[in-house]
């Protein structure tokens, strides 16, 4: 089956400071994989579609040059959190597609980031 | 911006009751997905429905689309403790592939 790894699993960074995630296809590619945050006891909010060899598409509201984007093969994408600051404390889960919507997404286990 | 109701947004049953979750728009998506999540962990997909009318059962879950794929609904049948967590829907519209989730039901069963 298709397995999506995060690493991370949490992070605790210094106001300021940037913060690395990565999420990785172990057993498929993707070309596509998305990035989601979920703040405690709430939904997920898809924040950018990370698109292999290409620019990331951002939702509207989610500032590109604070969340920075890289899918640089088809089997990793990383999210980078740049001049980090406590509201951006958060559960950060990025997801991947074996084969499409009809196939569903497999979601990596979340990152936990504390800026402190 | 395609919205997802969630109802209820927390449940808290016994042992054996069955419950329904409800997943609500007045969009109309192409699939719809519904997945469970635990603490500190990533959301898990259960099901996706993509006709009208559809009806999906997993063991003790029986997943509904509606008619007209604006609504879907999540059955359990004797709940269990490893049931407990949230719920989540999903839905995609026309040709993209981004997944829109609903607002979520928190799920407790307890002994």
């Known amino acids: 089956g298709a397995v999506v790894s995060q690493h991370p699993s949490w992070v605790i960074c210094k106001s300021g400071t940037s913060v690395k995630i990565e999420c990785r296809s172990l057993?498929?590619?993707?070309?596509?994989m998305f990035w989601y945050r979920q703040f405690p006891k709430q939904s997920l909010m898809l924040m950018a579609t990370?698109?292999?060899?290409?620019?990331?598409?951002?939702e509207q509201g989610v500032e590109k040059d604070k969340f920075l984007i890289n899918h640089a093969s088809l089997t990793l994408s990383t999210l980078t959190v740049t001049s980090a600051h406590p509201e951006d404390s958060s559960f950060y889960i990025c997801?991947?597609?074996?084969?499409?919507?009809?196939?569903?997404?497999?979601f990596g286990s979340g990152t936990r980031l504390t800026v402190v | 911006t395609q919205l997802l109701e969630q109802s209820p947004q927390f449940l808290s049953i016994q042992e054996g009751e069955n419950l329904t979750v409800y997943c609500n728009s007045s969009s109309v998506f192409s699939s719809l997905q519904w997945y469970r999540q635990e603490p500190g962990e990533g959301p898990v997909l259960l099901v996706t429905?993509?006709?009208?009318?559809e009806v999906k059962k997993l063991k003790r879950l029986t997943f509904q689309f509606g008619d007209a794929r604006k609504d879907s609904s999540l059955h359990i049948t004797a709940a269990q403790p490893g049931d407990t967590g949230l719920y989540l829907c999903a839905g995609s519209t026309g040709g993209g592939n981004k997944l829109t989730f609903g607002t979520g039901t928190q799920l407790k069963v307890e002994l």
């Open positions: 997801s991947a597609s074996l084969g499409g919507l009809r196939y569903g997404y497999t």
């Open positions: 429905v993509v006709t009208g009318g």
């Open positions: 057993d498929f590619q993707a070309t596509t």
């Open positions: 990370s698109n292999e060899g290409s620019k990331a598409t951002y």
